[in-house]
């Protein structure tokens, strides 16, 4: 596996080892042990999978209490992840990645607790799977604007044809949210 740090520290791109034949693919999306070794010592609580149709735009989530890192990836499709750090005690605070993350190139993010996370759909549709180190409090959940111009993230798709939920559409400026210390 290559992990590459990004410009967000503890941010990490992860490319797995993908052993393939005429019958298929393998690799491990998951190892402790390995993870581990590479920084990512992550106790993983709860999976989560969506499906998402070209252009829904998810996020940007986070959980004010009970924060939860996640690693991330895409089984059929391909999306544009962006992180953006919120931990103002940071020297990225309010800066982002962004990555295209597809079923092809099996990419994976590591987003570790203290950042928002969201992403858009490139592709027809996409399937995303995410393991989270802590449990959805609903209570707890804040949404960055998607928009915020202060943010600069240069989505790759039109703003005409995003769809987006009520919620993501309502989200805060960054001047404004709730963020870590």
């Given amino acids: 596996m290559q992990i590459t740090p990004t410009a967000l520290k503890d941010v990490l791109?992860?490319?797995p080892r993908v052993f393939g034949d005429d019958r298929g693919f393998f690799f491990e999306s998951w190892n402790r042990r390995a993870f581990a070794a590479a920084g990512i010592d992550a106790d993983f609580v709860?999976?989560?999978?969506?499906r998402s149709g070209r252009g829904v735009l998810r996020g940007l989530h986070y959980q004010i209490r009970h924060a939860q890192g996640k690693l991330v990836r895409v089984t059929e499709g391909e999306v544009f992840d962006v992180a953006v750090d919120l931990r103002r005690s940071s020297p990225?605070?309010?800066r982002h990645?962004?990555?295209e993350l597809s079923a092809a190139n099996r990419r994976m993010l590591w987003?570790?607790?203290g950042f928002a996370?969201?992403?858009v759909v490139l592709s027809e549709y996409a399937e995303f799977l995410y393991k989270a180190t802590d449990?959805?409090?609903p209570e707890h959940e804040r949404t960055?604007?998607?928009n915020d111009a202060t943010l600069q993230i240069d989505w790759p798709m039109p703003v005409e044809v995003l769809t987006l939920a009520a919620k993501d559409a309502a989200g805060l400026r960054l001047v404004g949210a709730e963020v870590y210390d």
């Fill in 111 to 113: 987003i570790p607790p």
């Fill in 13 to 15: 791109l992860i490319e």
């Fill in 135 to 137: 449990y959805w409090h």
């Fill in 144 to 146: 960055l604007l998607w």
């Fill in 117 to 119: 996370h969201g992403f």
């Fill in 46 to 50: 709860q999976d989560n999978h969506s």
């Fill in 92 to 94: 990225t605070f309010g």
């Fill in 97 to 99: 990645v962004g990555y």
